[in-house]
């Protein structure tokens, strides 16, 4: 077999590989004269039919078969024999014959890249550090009050936190719009839930009240027709209500599950819920900052197979609120920058695993996998579950081996720690928003 490789760039090849006729001719043979030791055909017994027979019928069907499975093979023994590790799929087209009967082929494709890590002590990250304090437990509680209120009607003008109940109709150039009415439809003024300068024209309304609002769209609004729009809409208000909100008692409690030490107990509930949730937005945050450092500090040329590869898989991850068609129409760019993020990342955590020779700790996993476990109503099934089935449990295994990578990375850097508050770290996503 002759090979030869000609590079395109960095990680492109062109491999043009030469199956000799014998190897090929050889293989037709062997496989027709295994043939004829089980072909009927008429006027000869089984195992008697003539040879030549045998190839006249059967021998193109053959060698086509012998051709396709040659050119895998052969693409396998070719990468092999000359060290390369393609990225992806090759393209193939069949090229010239320098002998009849030989197999000659052409195969595209790109190589994986050669990833030479920079020093680790060259980097730097900020690791926020908070505590859960009473001040912080009390929010909560009010948070979960909040989320108990109950509603009663009064006779006064509408006011933040107030929910306000309403009949709407939109008009567009004095035509009402799909979508633009509504009946008996409530609103907690302060929460955001309506367009802004729909919202802040509630206020102060009572109920009997009617009005025209001028009401003008965002021009990021997700229904094009009617963004950046100034539409009116005709209101009429047909109840104002107050929030009541429950007393925090051993009732309240109970109603969390909490069925022994009252309020205190409830308290302790929450505080340690809070904290665990802490805990996991700073080891988020400080993730988030490894990966996006080590990308940033270790540019990789990627194989844009690859990329391709994680952008499909990225595309079927949306899940089942969007069609297949819909999904399969949605344009590359919207996934491409994460794609090369994740594909880069892939080839660093692999090569940091390998030059610093980290070995999963089992230990680890088993913590991690009864944390997972400890969230559901039944968490011995879901160890279970994650026990029996490979993959999944390879999951597991693939987040606690990152997450050694993280503790690695940080203990050969500079880490600067940053005293935050509770609620600095939790909403710091919405306030970035």
């Known amino acids: 077999m002759q090979v030869s490789v000609e590079s395109i760039g960095n990680l492109g090849r062109k491999m ?7 190897r090929i001719s050889e293989e037709v043979q062997k496989r027709l004269r295994g043939l004829s030791k089980r072909i009927k055909m008429d006027g000869f017994r089984p195992g008697k039919v003539p ?16 051709v396709g499975e040659m050119m895998q093979t052969s693409f396998r023994e070719a990468v092999t024999q000359e060290q390369l590790s393609p990225a992806g799929s090759p393209q193939i087209e069949l090229g010239p014959q320098e002998q009849e009967g030989e197999l000659a082929y052409v195969a595209t494709f790109e190589v994986y890249p050669q990833v030479a890590l920079n020093s680790l002590a060259e980097l730097s990250f900020t690791r926020p ?13 009010e948070t979960l009050r909040k989320q108990r209120r ?28 799909e979508g633009g009415q509504a009946e008996d439809h409530a609103v907690v003024l302060g929460e955001g839930r309506l367009i802004e300068s729909f919202e802040s024209q509630l206020y102060g309304l009572s109920a009997g009240d009617e009005k025209t609002l001028d009401v003008v769209f965002p021009t990021d609004y997700q229904a094009e027709d009617l963004a950046g729009q100034t539409v009116q809409f005709e209101i009429k208000v047909k109840q104002v209500n107050a929030s009541v909100l ?9 109603a969390f599950g909490v069925t022994e030490g009252g309020v205190e107990a409830l308290r302790a509930e929450v505080r340690g819920n809070m904290e665990r949730e802490l805990q996991q937005a700073i080891k988020a945050r400080v993730k988030t900052q490894v990966m996006d450092a080590l990308a940033q500090h270790n540019p990789i040329e990627l194989p844009k197979a690859l990329v391709q ?10 899940g089942e609120s969007m069609s297949e068609d819909a999904r399969a129409n949605l344009p590359d760019n919207l996934f491409e920058e994460q794609a090369q993020r994740r594909v880069s990342l892939g080839f660093i955590v692999g090569e940091l695993v390998r030059n610093e020779n980290i070995q999963l700790d089992p230990a680890r996993v088993d913590v991690t996998l009864q944390g997972l476990a400890d969230g559901y109503e039944e968490p011995e099934e879901v160890v279970r579950y994650y026990r029996s089935n490979r993959e999944a449990m390879a999951s597991i295994e693939a987040l606690v081996l ?6 690695h990375v940080l203990s050969s850097a500079t880490v600067q720690d940053e005293a935050l508050s509770f609620d600095e770290i939790m909403n710091a996503d919405k306030k970035g928003a």
């Open 16 to 22: 043009t590989v030469r199956v000799p006729t014998e």
């Open 51 to 66: 040879f030549k027979l045998i190839e006249q019928r059967y021998g193109a069907g053959v060698y086509q078969d012998v």
């Open 129 to 141: 550090v908070a505590d859960v304090t009473a001040a912080d437990v009390d929010r909560m509680l």
């Open 150 to 177: 109950t509603w009663e009607t009064v006779d006064r003008a509408a006011a933040e936190g107030d929910q306000i109940v309403i009949d709407f109709k939109g008009l567009r150039d004095g035509v009402a719009f």
């Open 246 to 254: 429950p007393v925090v008692d051993d009732e309240f409690a109970s």
């Open 309 to 318: 590869d994680e952008i499909q898989r990225m595309r079927a991850q949306i």
């Open 402 to 407: 990152e997450d050694q990578v993280v503790d």
